[in-house]
């Protein structure tokens, strides 16, 4: 069955270093993800892109996080510099499209990467 | 902007007891979805409804969307200690937003 690869799954680094995860979502999926997720909290949906192109990049600390899906498959997020309230689980998942007449699709989640900052 | 909220926050029932979780939106909702993320793992796809007054079964557990779209409710009956996670309703508001839920933490005691 066809997953979302995300390296690394750990991160440990200390504040002010740069940081940067990957991922590559499943074959054919044109939508994109990457959401931060606290401890005892839901997703928050930092970026998503269709293809290659951002779709709602609102929720981004664009001051010091920037992500990009060059080719339209695989996908960077970096974050740089980082800040301790910085960790947290970052989750990337990916769709066949974002939404179908109207309906949002189902989101495939990749196994995320913790990052603890020091 | 659309908010998800979720209750109870935290339950913890007893194994072969029932639970039940309820989502509900600030905004009509085009669909819901819910998900399911085990302890240490990443949030599962379990179910998506679409229509008002939707109702949708899997095996132990009701799905069920709300006549005005706005709100919706997971029922586990007779838990099982696999049943174990935090459940998460998400839902989008037309093409607009998509938001999770906080999620309701479920702990089955054996």
């Known amino acids: 069955e066809a997953e979302v690869a995300q390296s690394p799954r750990y991160k440990i680094t200390e504040k002010s270093q740069a940081v940067a995860f990957w991922c590559d979502p499943i074959s054919g999926h044109a939508t994109l993800y990457w959401y931060r997720q606290i401890l005892g909290q839901g997703p928050e949906l930092l970026v998503q892109f269709q293809d290659e192109s951002v779709v709602d990049d609102s929720q981004l600390p664009k001051d010091r996080f920037s992500a990009e899906r060059l080719k339209g498959v695989d996908s960077t997020l970096k974050i740089q510099p980082a800040e301790l309230g910085d960790s947290a689980m970052y989750l990337c998942?990916?769709?066949?499209?974002?939404?179908?007449?109207?309906?949002?699709?189902?989101?495939?989640f990749g196994p995320g990467t913790r990052l603890t900052v020091l | 902007g659309q908010q998800v909220m979720q209750i109870p926050q935290y339950q913890h029932v007893q194994e072969g007891e029932d639970f039940t979780t309820y989502c509900n939106s600030s905004t009509t909702l085009s669909n819901i979805q819910w998900y399911k993320q085990r302890p240490g793992g990443h949030p599962v796809f379990l179910i998506q409804?679409?229509?008002?007054?939707e109702v949708k079964k899997q095996k132990r557990l009701t799905f069920q969307f709300g006549e005005a779209k706005k709100n919706s409710s997971l029922h586990i009956t007779a838990t099982q200690t696999t049943d174990v996670g935090t459940y998460f309703c998400a839902g989008g508001d037309y093409g607009q937003n998509f938001v999770f839920g906080p999620g309701t933490r479920l702990s089955v005691l054996p």
């Open positions: 998942a990916s769709s066949l499209a974002w939404v179908s007449s109207g309906i949002y699709n189902e989101q495939f």
């Open positions: 409804l679409v229509k008002s007054g």
